[in-house]
């Protein structure tokens, strides 16, 4: 079992930027695949982006792509999503998850472990 606790959400102007971290305590986070997932009102679960567990390999979703990054401290069992460029589009609950497979993922099915979500709002 692994728990997850995200922190760094709030309200951000368009074009600014903000950094999600996603805290893992329980066991060892080496072996797990972690991601950020994000959901809109009225709108299903996303994949946002996902990172292997040593770090080496990474995934993102097109909408994302350029402006955000995920990176992983083992060390620290967290896990950080910096989300630059920032469009009120973005605006969603964001959600870090874990799956004990190895792989990424875009279906949140194959991720057996979430945090609870922090709200990023992003004004225009």
């Known amino acids: 079992q692994v728990q997850l606790v995200e922190s760094g959400g709030g309200l951000v102007q368009a074009g600014g930027s903000l950094r999600l971290s996603c805290a893992a305590s329980?066991?060892?986070?080496?072996?797990?695949?972690s991601g950020w997932f994000r959901q809109a009102p009225g709108k299903e679960r996303e994949f946002v982006t996902a990172i292997r567990p040593m770090g080496g390999s990474t995934y993102y979703a097109d909408s994302v792509k350029g402006r955000f990054t995920i990176s992983k401290d083992n060390a620290k069992n967290t896990v950080y999503l910096q989300m630059n460029s920032l469009k009120p589009e973005d605006t969603a609950v964001y959600y870090c998850?874990?799956?004990?497979?190895?792989?990424?993922?875009?279906?949140?099915?194959?991720?057996?472990?979430w945090g609870q979500g922090t709200q990023v709002t992003v004004s225009s």
């Open positions: 329980g066991r060892t986070f080496t072996t797990y695949t």
């Open positions: 998850a874990a799956n004990t497979y190895g792989y990424i993922y875009t279906d949140p099915a194959k991720y057996e472990f």
